[in-house]
Structures are given as C-alpha cells and as structure tokens.
C-alpha cells in the first residue's frame, strides 16, 4: 500500500507537466561541470557567465565554452519563457477587449429596447371595447358553480321563548299586566 506522501507528491508532478507556472521565477537545478547551480533562470544565468569569464582568464578555453553554452542554454529557456508570457498577455487584454465590446454593444441595445419600449408607451393607443362588469346568469359561461362561488345564506334558527322572570312573576298575583312578562307597564 502507498503511502499517501508518495500520492500527493505524484499528483504535484503530474500538475508541474501539465501547467509549468511562472518559468520566470521557477528555481532551477542545473548540474554543471563544476557542480550544481541552483536559483532562478536568470541567476543560473548570471552565474555559468561568471564562471565562463573566470574560465577565459585562466586560459582555460573549454571550460569557458563549456559555461557559455550552460548560460545560453538557460537564456533560450528564459527567452521562450518570456516570449509566452507576452503572447499570453496580449491574448488576455484581446479577450477583454472583446468582452468590453460585447458589453458595451448589449448595454446599447439594452438602452434602444428599453427607449422604444417608452417611445411605444407614447405612440396611438389601440381603442378599447368596454367589457361588462357583470356576467348575465342567464348566459351559459362554462364555468362550473362551487361552493365557494355561492353567495352564504344565513342560518335561520327558531329562538326557544323566553322564560318569565320571577320576581315579576310573583310580584303580581292578579295578571294585571296583560299576560306577558316582557310587555312594558302601563303609566299610571
């Protein structure tokens, strides 16, 4: 079973072949003649110059030429890289060029439909033929009566009389009152 260092590891490799990154400022590992360099492609640079001058001085002509090639071989590497960054950036601004264009062009059209759409609220209106508010019951309109379109009937309910009161009720003894406790008393 792996482990998941050697995993991860390998899924950074496979990410580093697909998208480099930034070349420019990626550091490099050269294994030189006189050993390994190691720094960005323009300090390697510098330094397999510095070492190829120092070869000439000491009259040492193919050590010297032996560097010159290293530090060329890392000034072509550079110079690509520089050369797809620019390509890279023109074809960034390109698109975002287009993209304002395209913005700029619906904005435009946005604001014509918008003044047409105001210049046809202002235009002939057509004539409107008045419609009835209320629908004749006698015509047929398809519609199908529920419950809830049905106007409520109130409940009628039959009221239970009242019970005579008691203090009238014994009150009088005679019925002069008329019969009905809820009559109102004659005014002497």
Known sequence: MRS?????????SNRNRNNPGNIINRVYDSSGPEGK????????????TQLARDAFLSNDRVAGENFQ????HYTRLLSEA?????ARRQQSEQQNRE?????KEER???????????????GDQPDIVSQPDVVDDTAESGLVDT????????????????????????GTSGGESGGTPDAPEAAE
Do not use: C, F, L, W
Request: aromatic share 2%; charged share 40%; hydrophobic share 20%.
């Open 82 to 86: 520089q050369r797809e960054m620019e």
């Open 147 to 170: 419950p809830e379109s049905k106007p409520k009937k109130a409940p009628t309910r039959t009221r239970k009389p009242r019970k005579p009161a008691k203090s009238e009720a014994q």
């Open 99 to 103: 993209r304002q264009q395209r913005e």
């Open 4 to 12: 998941p260092k050697s995993r991860s590891r390998n899924n950074k």
């Open 69 to 72: 090639q290293h530090a060329e």
């Open 37 to 48: 360099v190691r720094g960005t492609p323009q300090q390697i640079i510098d330094k397999y």
């Open 108 to 122: 435009e059209a946005r604001a014509e439909r918008k003044s047409a759409q105001a210049a046809a609220g202002e």
